[in-house]
């Protein structure tokens, strides 16, 4: 079974350009996750899918910020116009669907090796 | 706001000892994961421990879990060297699909 894939590996971009990292999740895992860590940070929550829907987005830092999942199957994040403090991994991972709270509380987390995202 | 918090920060030790590593978090839980961090990889999932387990077992390590306390702990035992890594706890909530991770500890295991 392939695992969570995603896409660059890294990137390093000047400040006020776009970037689009991709997140390709298990498949048949309708839960799909954005996870950002800045250096020695913790690992922070972006936002999540459950298939094609946000189902909660409270971690995205602002506006310039743009996630989609067309289809509900891959998952692409746009950050425009990029700014220095965006630099870090960003981690997409993924889990199924068991409706909320996850089938007998579990909801493990597979995760892809992330997309580390330098701006200049 | 983030909840878990790892301590210690970092953690350096010789082949063949234990390593004890500590998680707080703040609000009330359905489970507790820890997770592994190889440098330049993703997340890998250990072990998960209920709210209603006090302790739980998986080859060498040993998670316990104080909900009074809102803390866990990870055990390794008999460390390798290629035990180094990040380590992570993540909590789970009622009602939410949402794993909340800390800082993690860095884990050094010198042969």
């Known amino acids: 079974e392939a695992g969570v894939t995603q896409f660059p590996s890294h990137s390093v971009i000047e400040k006020g350009q776009t970037v689009t990292l991709r997140c390709d999740p298990i498949?048949?895992?309708?839960?799909l996750y954005w996870y950002r860590r800045v250096m020695g940070k913790e690992i922070k929550f972006l936002l999540h899918f459950v298939k094609e829907s946000k189902q909660d987005e409270s971690g995205m830092p602002n506006n310039r910020f743009l996630a989609e999942r067309t289809g509900g199957t891959y998952s692409t994040l746009k950050v425009q116009p990029a700014e220095l403090e965006d630099s870090g991994v960003y981690f997409c991972a993924s889990s199924q669907f068991y409706g909320v709270g996850g089938f007998s509380g579990a909801n493990v987390l597979t995760f892809g090796a992330g997309s580390r995202l330098t701006v200049l | 706001s983030q909840q878990g918090e790892e301590d210690p920060q970092a953690l350096s030790i010789q082949e063949g000892e234990n390593a004890t590593m500590n998680c707080s978090y703040k609000t009330s839980i359905n489970n507790l994961q820890w997770y592994r961090q190889n440098s330049g990889r993703g997340l890998v999932h250990l072990i998960l421990i209920r709210s209603n387990e006090r302790e739980k077992h998986s080859g060498r390590l040993r998670v316990t879990l104080d909900t009074s306390k809102k803390s866990s702990s990870l055990l390794i035992t008999a460390s390798r060297a290629a035990d180094t890594a990040s380590y992570f706890c993540?909590?789970?909530?009622?009602?939410?699909?949402?794993?909340?991770f800390g800082t993690g500890t860095r884990l050094q295991v010198f042969p």
């Open positions: 498949s048949g895992h309708d839960n």
């Open positions: 993540a909590t789970l909530s009622y009602n939410t699909d949402k794993l909340i």
